[in-house]
Nanobody
Framework: QVQLVESGGGLVQTGGSLRLSCAAA????????MAWFRQAPGKAREFVVG????????YYDDSVKGRFTISRDNAKNTGYLQMNSLKPEDTAVYYC???????????????????WGQGTQVTVSS
């Protein structure tokens, strides 16, 4: 069992930055793929970025490449999402998720992820 708690969301102006954290309780986190998803108002939840268990492999959605950076610290059981050059279209609730059955290959499919946090709101004003 893994419990995930996101933090770091807030209101920021266009071009600003935020750093999200995902604190995990449970041993599975350090050996599993972790990802960030987001859900904008009136839209389906979508994949943003994922990272394998060691941090050696990452996969970014095209919409955030070059602006967002995912990382993890397994010693602290925490994942991070550094978001720079934020745009109004980045406004959404951001969720971290863990795929407990996968260590290496990052999948973008929501159904593959077993554990989810409650989400943190990110609002980018224009």
């Amino acid at each position: 069992q893994v419990q995930l708690v996101e933090s770091g969301g807030g209101l920021v102006q266009t071009g600003g930055s935020l750093r999200l954290s995902c604190a995990a309780a449970g041993r599975t986190f350090s050996s599993a793929v972790m990802a960030w998803f987001r859900q904008a108002p009136g839209k389906a939840r979508e994949f943003v970025v994922g990272i394998n268990w060691s941090g050696g492999r990452t996969y970014y959605d095209d919409s955030v490449k070059g602006r967002f950076t995912i990382s993890r610290d397994n010693a602290k059981n925490t994942g991070y999402l550094q978001m720079n050059s934020l745009k109004p279209e980045d406004t959404a609730v951001y969720y971290c998720a863990v795929d407990r059955y996968t260590r290496v290959v990052v999948t973008t499919t929501q159904d593959a992820f077993d554990y989810w946090g409650q989400g943190t709101q990110v609002t980018v004003s224009s």
